[in-house]
């Protein structure tokens, strides 16, 4: 009988050669790590193997494995983040796990026990947790990854799999601090299309994205905001999800807008936290909070008219990025700003929300202690 993920078996090995810890001002996103890793093997025949903690290293593969020549690599990304009393805290794991799942059964790679993994995760923080910054802007990036480990150049199935997760001590996602950003509507290059994988986080979804973003940062942009189809439909902004703020000037009321779950979009634990927040904490008589398509046309309309009112991305790394400006057809579409700042003020106040959530100043079951 195949064996399920199990956190009891867990084996720990320690590091006899610990790391030096990178004081707040030196942390690069993603690139300095702790001292362990946590690795589960995966058969076919077997089942899950016995989870191990052992010191961050390198990985042994064979050349041949289906991972590096038909893509079978999906990840995840959550934080870690110390609270006021120097608690460690997850924020909505359980949301990671369930995605993680969706996309190991889309590529056919294992499932799994996701309150096991959590467990897990759990533990290997505990023992890293002196890596953790104690800092509001500060946290610990988790990378859940899952690949097929199966050698052969047939394409097929993979019967061995590797479950590992690394983390990393990282500060805000840009180095420019909570300031807005310039986009290029992108409508020459598709980030996802009906019927593929874009809802899925896939390794195979960001490299071709890549080239996109570096001819919009030769015109100066920071990043893509991804256009589909002949209506144009605004999708995502880099690898985040994107929100709009409309404002009716006949009724006065605000609109929240961000693209619907079609199969297209990422299904990100920010936008979910940030559309559940909206329509909880935001007054229904001056706001509607809506999953729907949005064209450029309709973005560039609005600006014309003065209904623009501000537009930002949301995603694991970043929280919640201001955007700016818009470049479409060689005109600047310009997203206003508080005066003086680099925000708008839905912007901050929802990052502010998250923010207080993230770090255990609210109390919310979003936020789970890791005992």
């Known amino acids: 009988m195949s064996s399920a993920l199990d956190s009891s078996k867990l084996k720990i090995t320690k590091t006899t050669a610990p790391k030096t810890k990178l004081p707040n001002d030196q942390l690069v996103f993603g690139q300095s790590f702790t001292d362990h890793m946590l690795t589960i093997e995966w058969t076919a025949e077997s089942g899950w193997g016995i989870p191990e903690i052992k010191p961050y290293g390198n990985l042994s593969l064979d050349p041949s494995a289906c991972v590096f020549h038909y893509a079978f690599e999906l990840f995840e990304g959550l934080k870690a983040y110390k609270d006021s009393k120097g608690k460690i805290r997850m924020f909505r794991p359980d949301m990671n796990m369930k995605r993680m799942n969706k996309s190991a059964a889309r590529i056919c790679l294992p499932t799994f026990d996701s309150e096991e993994l959590i467990k897990l995760i759990g533990e290997l923080l505990k023992i890293d947790g002196a890596f953790i910054p104690q800092e509001r802007g500060y946290s610990l990036y988790i990378r859940p990854t899952m690949i097929g480990t199966t050698a052969g150049l047939g394409v097929g199935i993979p019967d061995r799999a590797l479950l590992y997760v690394i983390c990393s ?203």
């Open 169 to 371: 001590p990282v500060g805000p996602y840009y180095k420019t601090g909570f300031k807005a950003v310039r986009l290029e509507a992108t409508d020459y290059a598709t980030r996802a299309w009906p019927g593929g994988v874009g809802d899925k986080k896939l390794g195979a979804n960001y490299a071709p994205c890549i080239k996109p973003q570096l001819e919009a940062a030769s015109r100066g942009y920071q990043q893509n905001l991804w256009l589909f189809g002949p209506e144009k439909n605004v999708t995502e902004v880099g690898t985040m999800n994107f929100f709009v703020v409309f404002q009716d000037k006949a009724t006065g009321k605000k609109e929240l807008v961000t693209a619907p779950l079609d199969g297209t979009i990422l299904e990100g634990v920010t936008r979910d936290s940030i559309l559940s927040l909206a329509r909880e904490r935001l007054n229904p008589s001056e706001w509607d909070v809506n999953e729907r398509y949005c064209t450029i046309t309709e973005i560039a309309s609005k600006a014309e008219s003065g209904e623009l009112v501000e537009a930002f991305g949301a995603g694991t790394a970043a929280v919640v990025s201001p955007i700016k400006e818009i470049g479409y057809n060689g005109t600047a579409i310009n997203v206003p700003l508080l005066p003086g700042e680099q925000f708008g003020p839905l912007t901050k106040q929802i990052a502010d929300w998250i923010a207080e959530l993230q770090y255990g100043v609210v109390e919310s079951e979003w936020s789970r202690v890791v005992n």
